[in-house]
């Protein structure tokens, strides 16, 4: 090498211009997409590049290189089972890629393996604080209500009316702020690597299920001590907790992406989460309520979460038109809060 002379490797995409032959936007991630040139400087001027494997300068331009690529007759051929990239402007819209959902959907098996896994770490009690938290909870609240303050839990067992409330408020609030906090708390896997960043507060909610169906356990204990009759609704109690899980995903999702910009958002959570108990019939009847406010309660979707549930575990009447909000508005939220995050999680390696 001559004295002075300095070699140092620039990688170019010698696709441009080539989309009359192989598409818009097409190119070969191996043998079209990236060539890898040399650029010499001497004496401190940088001259020009070189290809490091055909020889070839940049002095006729990338778009004549690649045009001779165009030119093979071979070409579609090298191009057959090869990996391609499809790159769209941003004026095209958000890109949802769903088929990557399902494309790495042992991540989120993985994913929700860890979260259960480190939530329970090194704990003293481990998965019994499933049912103990709410137990203890319910045991208040059956002291309060039913020692000191008479309410009408419309005919089911006060300590089974708050329990299931309780069971069902935990596993909604500890989704969703254990998905609000997923992101900062994942920082070195959403700037190193590309996966589907949402299945990370997706993780949280799954895991929240395998809590729920630890609590569960006590709650059909109190089920059968409390001789309560088996009837066809029991078959709904897999729907409504879905629609809860729905609602819970769309909101970590939503709550999510927006703490990853303005960290306020995890502070406040816990606040608005006690304003929410307290607008949900979690451990008082709907009955309570004023007829006159009663419609704003129904608006609410765990309300309608909390008392179809409730009705199917006991046999009671179901309110159709309550248990018809969550019904409408879990599926238009999990849709809605996932745009938002695809179009937010762009931003996400930037300002995380």
């Known amino acids: 090498m001559p004295c002075g002379v300095h070699w140092r490797p620039v990688y170019k ?12 936007a097409l190119f070969d991630a191996r043998s079209h997409g990236w060539q890898t040139y040399h ?11 070189i290809s490091s494997e055909t020889g070839e300068t940049t002095e006729g331009g990338l778009r004549a290189a690649s045009a001779a690529h165009a030119q093979s007759p071979d070409a579609e051929a090298r191009l057959a089972g090869l990996p391609h990239a499809l ?27 860890r979260d259960i896994k480190v939530r329970y770490k090194q704990t003293l009690m481990g998965v019994a604080w499933v049912v103990i938290q709410p137990l203890a909870t319910m045991l208040v609240f059956a002291l309060v209500f039913t020692r000191f303050v008479k309410l009408d839990e419309g005919g089911i067992p006060y300590p089974l009316f708050a329990y299931t ?7 909604f609030s500890v989704s969703v702020t254990s998905g609000t906090n997923s992101l900062i708390s ?8 590309y996966f589907p960043r949402a299945f990370i507060p997706s993780a949280a909610v799954i895991a929240g299920l395998v809590d729920f169906s630890v609590g569960s356990v006590l709650l059909f204990a109190l089920a059968v001590y409390y001789r309560v ?39 406040a959570l816990p606040f608005l989460l006690q304003l929410w108990m307290f607008a949900s ?11 006159r406010w009663r419609w704003a309660f129904a608006l609410n979707p765990l309300t309608g979460v909390l008392e179809g549930f409730r009705a199917a575990l006991t046999g009671t009447g179901f ?24 179009r937010l999680e762009d931003t996400f390696a930037d300002v995380i």
């Open 165 to 171: 409330g309780l069971l069902l408020w935990t596993f």
């Open 229 to 267: 009759h088996v009837t066809w609704g029991l078959l709904l109690l897999p729907v409504f907790l879905l629609l809860g899980a729905m609602l819970a995903l769309g909101v970590g999702l939503i709550a999510s992406a927006l703490t990853v910009r303005y960290r306020d958002l995890r502070h």
């Open 39 to 49: 650029s010499v400087t001497v004496r401190g001027r940088r001259t020009t590049l």
């Open 87 to 113: 790159i769209r402007p941003e004026e095209a819209g958000v890109q949802l890629n769903l088929a990557d959902l399902w494309a790495y959907r042992e991540l989120l098996y993985f994913l929700t393996w």
């Open 319 to 342: 309110d159709w038109g309550i248990v018809a909000v969550p019904a409408l508005v879990a599926p238009a939220l999990v849709a809605a809060a996932f745009y938002v995050f695809r």
């Open 281 to 291: 019939p979690v451990f008082y009847p709907l009955g309570l309520v004023p007829e």
């Open 186 to 193: 994942n920082t070195s896997l959403v700037t190193k690597v």
């Open 13 to 24: 995409r010698a696709c441009e211009g080539s989309s009359a032959a192989f598409g818009p």
